[in-house]
Protein backbone atom coordinates (compact mmCIF):
# COMPACT_ATOMS: atom_id res chain seq x y z
CA UNK A 1 0.00 0.00 0.00
CA UNK A 2 1.40 3.46 -0.52
CA UNK A 3 2.02 6.02 1.79
CA UNK A 4 0.08 9.08 2.14
CA UNK A 5 2.18 12.70 1.78
CA UNK A 6 0.36 15.18 2.92
CA UNK A 7 1.25 19.02 2.18
CA UNK A 8 0.03 21.92 4.30
CA UNK A 9 -0.64 25.10 3.54
CA UNK A 10 2.54 27.18 5.41
CA UNK A 11 1.57 28.29 9.30
CA UNK A 12 2.52 31.59 8.20
CA UNK A 13 -0.51 32.02 5.81
CA UNK A 14 -1.89 32.60 9.52
CA UNK A 15 -5.11 30.54 8.12
CA UNK A 16 -6.71 29.55 11.15
CA UNK A 17 -9.95 27.34 10.33
CA UNK A 18 -7.59 25.63 7.16
CA UNK A 19 -5.04 24.86 10.02
CA UNK A 20 -7.21 23.48 12.53
CA UNK A 21 -9.08 21.62 9.29
CA UNK A 22 -5.84 20.19 8.27
CA UNK A 23 -4.92 19.05 11.97
CA UNK A 24 -8.62 17.50 12.37
CA UNK A 25 -7.80 15.39 8.97
CA UNK A 26 -4.74 13.92 9.90
CA UNK A 27 -5.97 13.22 13.70
CA UNK A 28 -8.83 11.37 12.24
CA UNK A 29 -7.02 9.24 9.91
CA UNK A 30 -4.30 8.32 12.59
CA UNK A 31 -7.34 7.72 15.42
CA UNK A 32 -9.51 5.59 12.49
CA UNK A 33 -7.24 4.16 10.39
CA UNK A 34 -3.98 3.81 11.94
CA UNK A 35 -2.93 1.01 9.68
CA UNK A 36 -2.24 4.10 7.12
CA UNK A 37 1.42 5.62 6.58
CA UNK A 38 1.15 9.34 6.57
CA UNK A 39 4.12 11.35 6.58
CA UNK A 40 3.81 15.58 6.55
CA UNK A 41 5.70 17.94 4.47
CA UNK A 42 8.11 20.42 6.91
CA UNK A 43 9.09 23.32 5.47
CA UNK A 44 11.83 25.70 6.68
CA UNK A 45 9.25 28.31 7.59
CA UNK A 46 11.29 30.49 8.91
CA UNK A 47 12.16 31.66 4.94
CA UNK A 48 8.80 32.98 5.02
CA UNK A 49 10.08 36.09 7.24
CA UNK A 50 12.57 37.71 4.47
CA UNK A 51 11.30 39.53 1.69
CA UNK A 52 9.37 37.27 -0.88
CA UNK A 53 10.44 34.12 1.20
CA UNK A 54 7.13 33.19 1.43
CA UNK A 55 6.19 33.29 -2.18
CA UNK A 56 9.16 31.28 -2.32
CA UNK A 57 8.38 29.05 -0.63
CA UNK A 58 5.22 28.16 -1.42
CA UNK A 59 5.69 28.67 -5.22
CA UNK A 60 9.14 26.82 -5.89
CA UNK A 61 10.38 25.15 -2.94
CA UNK A 62 7.67 23.07 -2.07
CA UNK A 63 6.56 21.75 -5.67
CA UNK A 64 10.44 20.93 -5.65
CA UNK A 65 10.28 19.49 -2.22
CA UNK A 66 7.47 17.03 -3.23
CA UNK A 67 9.03 15.94 -6.42
CA UNK A 68 11.83 15.16 -4.64
CA UNK A 69 10.21 13.26 -1.91
CA UNK A 70 7.73 11.04 -4.35
CA UNK A 71 11.20 10.44 -6.00
CA UNK A 72 12.37 8.47 -3.49
CA UNK A 73 9.32 6.38 -2.42
CA UNK A 74 6.05 5.57 -3.97
CA UNK A 75 3.01 7.83 -2.56
CA UNK A 76 -0.71 9.32 -2.80
CA UNK A 77 0.05 13.23 -2.47
CA UNK A 78 -2.96 14.45 -0.17
CA UNK A 79 -2.53 18.77 -0.34
CA UNK A 80 -4.42 20.78 2.47
CA UNK A 81 -5.97 23.31 0.41
CA UNK A 82 -6.98 24.95 -3.10
CA UNK A 83 -4.97 27.83 -2.68
CA UNK A 84 -2.04 25.35 -2.96
CA UNK A 85 -3.29 24.27 -6.09
CA UNK A 86 -0.05 24.55 -8.13
CA UNK A 87 1.22 21.56 -6.25
CA UNK A 88 -1.37 19.42 -7.88
CA UNK A 89 1.39 19.39 -10.93
CA UNK A 90 4.36 18.46 -8.72
CA UNK A 91 3.32 14.37 -8.25
CA UNK A 92 0.18 11.79 -9.68
CA UNK A 93 -2.01 10.62 -7.94
CA UNK A 94 -2.79 13.53 -5.61
CA UNK A 95 -6.22 14.84 -3.73
CA UNK A 96 -6.62 18.14 -2.70
CA UNK A 97 -9.20 19.84 -0.20
CA UNK A 98 -10.83 22.47 -1.31
CA UNK A 99 -13.06 24.67 1.22
CA UNK A 100 -14.18 27.74 -0.76
CA UNK A 101 -13.66 29.33 -3.79
CA UNK A 102 -15.04 32.66 -2.02
CA UNK A 103 -12.50 34.80 -4.25
CA UNK A 104 -14.03 33.60 -7.62
CA UNK A 105 -17.47 34.59 -6.31
CA UNK A 106 -17.13 37.72 -3.89
CA UNK A 107 -13.52 38.45 -3.97
CA UNK A 108 -11.30 39.97 -0.84
CA UNK A 109 -8.64 39.55 -2.87
CA UNK A 110 -7.46 42.53 -5.13
CA UNK A 111 -5.10 42.84 -7.98
CA UNK A 112 -2.09 40.46 -8.44
CA UNK A 113 -2.74 38.93 -5.38
CA UNK A 114 -6.26 38.14 -6.55
CA UNK A 115 -4.57 36.67 -10.37
CA UNK A 116 -1.73 34.98 -8.69
CA UNK A 117 -4.60 32.87 -6.58
CA UNK A 118 -6.81 32.44 -8.99
CA UNK A 119 -3.98 30.85 -11.05
CA UNK A 120 -2.80 28.19 -8.30
CA UNK A 121 -6.54 27.54 -8.16
CA UNK A 122 -7.13 26.75 -11.89
CA UNK A 123 -4.33 23.94 -11.42
CA UNK A 124 -6.72 22.01 -9.44
CA UNK A 125 -7.60 20.57 -13.10
CA UNK A 126 -4.63 18.55 -12.63
CA UNK A 127 -5.74 16.62 -9.30
CA UNK A 128 -6.91 13.20 -9.61
CA UNK A 129 -9.53 14.09 -7.19
CA UNK A 130 -10.86 17.52 -5.79
CA UNK A 131 -12.81 16.90 -2.27
CA UNK A 132 -15.18 20.06 -1.25
CA UNK A 133 -16.11 20.20 2.21
CA UNK A 134 -20.38 20.97 0.63
CA UNK A 135 -22.22 19.48 -1.95
CA UNK A 136 -22.57 23.14 -2.96
CA UNK A 137 -19.05 24.07 -3.62
CA UNK A 138 -18.69 20.46 -5.58
CA UNK A 139 -21.62 22.06 -7.67
CA UNK A 140 -19.38 25.58 -8.25
CA UNK A 141 -15.88 23.94 -8.58
CA UNK A 142 -17.57 21.82 -11.43
CA UNK A 143 -18.74 24.90 -12.95
CA UNK A 144 -15.95 27.43 -12.47
CA UNK A 145 -13.48 25.15 -13.00
CA UNK A 146 -14.87 23.16 -15.56
CA UNK A 147 -14.46 19.38 -13.95
CA UNK A 148 -15.88 16.46 -14.17
CA UNK A 149 -18.55 14.42 -11.74
CA UNK A 150 -15.68 12.06 -11.47
CA UNK A 151 -13.09 14.51 -10.06
CA UNK A 152 -15.15 15.84 -7.35
CA UNK A 153 -16.04 14.43 -4.27
CA UNK A 154 -17.97 16.19 -1.79
CA UNK A 155 -17.15 15.36 1.59
CA UNK A 156 -18.21 17.54 4.76
CA UNK A 157 -16.33 18.35 7.84
CA UNK A 158 -16.71 16.16 11.07
CA UNK A 159 -17.02 17.91 14.12
CA UNK A 160 -14.95 17.08 17.71
CA UNK A 161 -17.46 15.51 19.87
CA UNK A 162 -15.16 15.58 22.66
CA UNK A 163 -15.71 18.90 23.05
CA UNK A 164 -18.70 19.89 20.66
CA UNK A 165 -21.10 18.82 22.53
CA UNK A 166 -24.39 18.94 25.49
CA UNK A 167 -24.81 17.29 28.72
CA UNK A 168 -25.89 17.74 32.17
CA UNK A 169 -23.25 20.07 33.64
CA UNK A 170 -22.51 21.71 30.33
CA UNK A 171 -23.34 25.42 32.27
CA UNK A 172 -21.40 25.26 35.02
CA UNK A 173 -18.21 23.95 32.98
CA UNK A 174 -18.68 26.87 30.97
CA UNK A 175 -18.92 29.48 33.69
CA UNK A 176 -15.35 27.61 34.22
CA UNK A 177 -13.88 28.28 31.58
CA UNK A 178 -15.27 31.91 30.81
CA UNK A 179 -16.05 33.12 34.44
CA UNK A 180 -16.12 36.59 32.68
CA UNK A 181 -19.36 36.29 31.44
CA UNK A 182 -21.46 35.37 34.25
CA UNK A 183 -22.62 38.44 35.41
CA UNK A 184 -23.64 39.57 32.22
CA UNK A 185 -25.51 36.34 31.09
CA UNK A 186 -27.88 37.28 34.49
CA UNK A 187 -28.85 40.40 32.98
CA UNK A 188 -28.46 40.31 29.58
CA UNK A 189 -29.80 37.84 26.09
CA UNK A 190 -26.14 36.72 24.42
CA UNK A 191 -25.80 36.35 20.48
CA UNK A 192 -22.85 35.04 19.72
CA UNK A 193 -21.11 35.67 16.43
CA UNK A 194 -17.67 33.62 15.50
CA UNK A 195 -14.88 34.27 12.99
CA UNK A 196 -13.20 36.85 11.07
CA UNK A 197 -14.12 40.44 10.30
CA UNK A 198 -13.57 39.98 6.19
CA UNK A 199 -16.54 41.34 3.94
CA UNK A 200 -18.46 38.55 3.27
CA UNK A 201 -19.04 37.27 6.91
CA UNK A 202 -21.44 39.94 6.65
CA UNK A 203 -20.86 41.93 10.01
CA UNK A 204 -22.68 45.31 9.22
CA UNK A 205 -25.94 43.18 9.07
CA UNK A 206 -25.85 41.59 12.57
CA UNK A 207 -24.52 45.27 13.61
CA UNK A 208 -27.91 46.40 12.32
CA UNK A 209 -29.98 43.61 13.49
CA UNK A 210 -28.94 44.30 17.02
CA UNK A 211 -29.53 47.59 16.98
CA UNK A 212 -33.16 46.87 15.74
CA UNK A 213 -33.67 44.06 18.69
CA UNK A 214 -32.44 46.94 21.19
CA UNK A 215 -34.34 49.62 20.15
CA UNK A 216 -37.35 47.84 18.55
CA UNK A 217 -37.95 44.90 20.24
CA UNK A 218 -36.32 46.30 23.32
CA UNK A 219 -34.31 43.32 24.19
CA UNK A 220 -31.40 43.51 26.80
CA UNK A 221 -28.80 41.90 24.39
CA UNK A 222 -25.20 41.96 24.03
CA UNK A 223 -23.06 40.67 21.11
CA UNK A 224 -20.23 38.16 22.02
CA UNK A 225 -17.79 38.10 19.02
CA UNK A 226 -15.16 35.49 19.18
CA UNK A 227 -12.32 36.31 16.42
CA UNK A 228 -10.52 39.12 15.72
CA UNK A 229 -12.10 42.45 17.71
CA UNK A 230 -14.50 44.04 16.20
CA UNK A 231 -14.12 47.23 18.32
CA UNK A 232 -10.69 47.72 16.45
CA UNK A 233 -11.84 46.57 12.82
CA UNK A 234 -13.22 48.55 9.94
CA UNK A 235 -16.68 48.32 11.32
CA UNK A 236 -16.04 50.00 14.39
CA UNK A 237 -17.49 53.26 12.80
CA UNK A 238 -20.54 51.91 12.59
CA UNK A 239 -20.43 50.53 15.73
CA UNK A 240 -20.30 54.36 17.23
CA UNK A 241 -22.64 55.32 14.86
CA UNK A 242 -25.58 52.87 15.99
CA UNK A 243 -24.66 53.25 19.70
CA UNK A 244 -23.54 49.68 19.70
CA UNK A 245 -20.25 50.84 22.00
CA UNK A 246 -21.56 49.39 25.25
CA UNK A 247 -23.29 46.26 23.64
CA UNK A 248 -20.51 44.54 21.94
CA UNK A 249 -18.03 42.38 23.68
CA UNK A 250 -14.88 41.21 21.76
CA UNK A 251 -13.15 37.78 23.25
CA UNK A 252 -10.46 37.31 20.98
CA UNK A 253 -9.39 34.18 19.45
CA UNK A 254 -10.83 30.80 21.47
CA UNK A 255 -9.47 27.41 21.88
CA UNK A 256 -12.25 24.39 21.15
CA UNK A 257 -13.16 24.22 24.64
CA UNK A 258 -14.13 27.95 25.00
CA UNK A 259 -15.96 28.01 22.14
CA UNK A 260 -18.23 25.31 23.28
CA UNK A 261 -18.44 26.63 26.33
CA UNK A 262 -19.48 30.09 24.73
CA UNK A 263 -22.02 28.28 22.77
CA UNK A 264 -23.23 26.99 26.52
CA UNK A 265 -23.46 30.69 27.71
CA UNK A 266 -24.84 31.93 24.67
CA UNK A 267 -29.22 32.01 23.69
CA UNK A 268 -28.22 32.19 19.58
CA UNK A 269 -25.49 32.21 17.36
CA UNK A 270 -25.91 34.53 14.06
CA UNK A 271 -23.72 33.42 10.95
CA UNK A 272 -24.93 36.16 8.45
CA UNK A 273 -22.02 35.24 5.86
CA UNK A 274 -22.91 35.93 2.19
CA UNK A 275 -20.51 33.40 1.59
CA UNK A 276 -19.57 30.14 3.05
CA UNK A 277 -17.66 27.03 1.57
CA UNK A 278 -19.05 24.89 5.14
CA UNK A 279 -19.71 27.18 7.87
CA UNK A 280 -18.30 24.95 10.47
CA UNK A 281 -19.65 27.37 13.69
CA UNK A 282 -22.94 26.24 12.92
CA UNK A 283 -22.66 22.27 13.24
CA UNK A 284 -20.67 23.13 16.63
CA UNK A 285 -23.33 25.61 18.31
CA UNK A 286 -26.09 22.97 17.22
CA UNK A 287 -24.10 20.51 18.68
CA UNK A 288 -24.18 22.85 22.25
CA UNK A 289 -27.80 22.90 22.10
CA UNK A 290 -27.41 26.60 20.52
CA UNK A 291 -29.99 27.87 18.33
CA UNK A 292 -29.26 29.14 15.19
CA UNK A 293 -29.98 32.02 13.10
CA UNK A 294 -28.00 31.95 9.07
CA UNK A 295 -28.26 33.44 6.22
CA UNK A 296 -30.12 32.21 3.18
CA UNK A 297 -26.75 31.66 0.85
CA UNK A 298 -24.11 29.04 -0.47
CA UNK A 299 -24.41 26.04 1.41
CA UNK A 300 -26.00 26.84 4.51
CA UNK A 301 -29.39 25.42 4.60
CA UNK A 302 -27.47 22.36 3.24
CA UNK A 303 -25.14 22.17 6.40
CA UNK A 304 -27.82 24.12 8.94
CA UNK A 305 -30.74 21.78 7.96
CA UNK A 306 -34.43 22.28 9.38
CA UNK A 307 -32.58 23.60 12.75
CA UNK A 308 -31.38 26.48 11.68
CA UNK A 309 -33.80 29.59 10.99
CA UNK A 310 -32.61 31.70 8.16
CA UNK A 311 -32.99 35.16 6.22
CA UNK A 312 -32.16 37.11 3.15
CA UNK A 313 -28.38 37.82 3.69
CA UNK A 314 -28.81 41.67 4.30
CA UNK A 315 -32.20 41.72 5.52
CA UNK A 316 -31.40 42.39 9.00
CA UNK A 317 -34.58 43.21 10.27
CA UNK A 318 -36.13 39.69 9.56
CA UNK A 319 -32.47 38.39 10.76
CA UNK A 320 -33.86 40.18 14.14
CA UNK A 321 -37.00 39.03 14.32
CA UNK A 322 -35.39 35.63 14.31
CA UNK A 323 -33.48 35.89 16.72
CA UNK A 324 -35.75 37.76 18.90
CA UNK A 325 -37.71 34.53 18.87
CA UNK A 326 -34.64 32.49 19.78
CA UNK A 327 -34.58 34.55 22.70
CA UNK A 328 -37.54 34.92 24.11
CA UNK A 329 -39.84 32.35 22.57
CA UNK A 330 -39.04 28.92 24.79
CA UNK A 331 -41.35 26.48 22.49
CA UNK A 332 -39.59 27.64 19.28
CA UNK A 333 -35.93 27.80 20.91
CA UNK A 334 -36.40 24.27 22.25
CA UNK A 335 -37.57 22.89 19.15
CA UNK A 336 -34.67 24.12 17.75
CA UNK A 337 -32.47 22.96 20.26
CA UNK A 338 -33.52 19.46 19.47
CA UNK A 339 -33.46 19.97 15.72
CA UNK A 340 -30.31 20.79 16.05
CA UNK A 341 -28.58 18.28 17.86
CA UNK A 342 -30.23 15.31 15.84
CA UNK A 343 -28.65 17.82 12.59
CA UNK A 344 -24.99 17.38 14.02
CA UNK A 345 -24.72 14.17 14.38
CA UNK A 346 -24.42 14.08 10.34
CA UNK A 347 -21.31 15.23 10.76
CA UNK A 348 -18.44 13.29 12.67
CA UNK A 349 -14.15 12.62 11.92
CA UNK A 350 -14.75 9.55 11.63
CA UNK A 351 -17.29 9.29 8.51
CA UNK A 352 -15.15 11.80 7.01
CA UNK A 353 -11.78 9.12 7.76
CA UNK A 354 -13.92 6.38 6.29
CA UNK A 355 -15.14 8.29 3.09
CA UNK A 356 -11.11 9.72 2.61
CA UNK A 357 -9.70 6.25 2.46
CA UNK A 358 -12.55 5.26 -0.05
CA UNK A 359 -11.06 7.81 -1.99
CA UNK A 360 -7.38 7.26 -1.86
CA UNK A 361 -8.48 3.17 -2.41
CA UNK A 362 -9.99 4.34 -5.64
CA UNK A 363 -6.57 5.94 -6.76
CA UNK A 364 -4.19 3.02 -5.81
Known amino acids: ?24 ILEALEKHHPELSVSILDLPEQWANIPMGRRLLRDFYYPA ?31 INCNDLHHLVSPDLRGVSLWRWRQRVQQLHHASRVLTISEHLAVEVKEHLKLSDEQVTALPS ?50 RALHNLINHYRVPVKLLKAGPALASSHHAALIDE ?20 LCHLSHALSFPSLYEGFGRPTIEAQACSLPCVLSD ?68
Open 158 to 207: GIDTDVFQTHSNSLDQALALLPELAGVRQNHYLVTNIGTNIPRKNIPTLL
Open 297 to 364: SSCMKEVGGDAALYHAPLDFECLASHLHSCLTNDDHRRVLIRRGLENAKRFSWEKYAQKLVQVYSELW
Open 65 to 95: LIRSECAQRSHLLHIGDHSYGHLCRSHQPCV
Open 242 to 261: LNLVDHVIDLGALPAPKVAA
Open 1 to 24: MKSILFAPVLKSEHWTSIDLQQLN
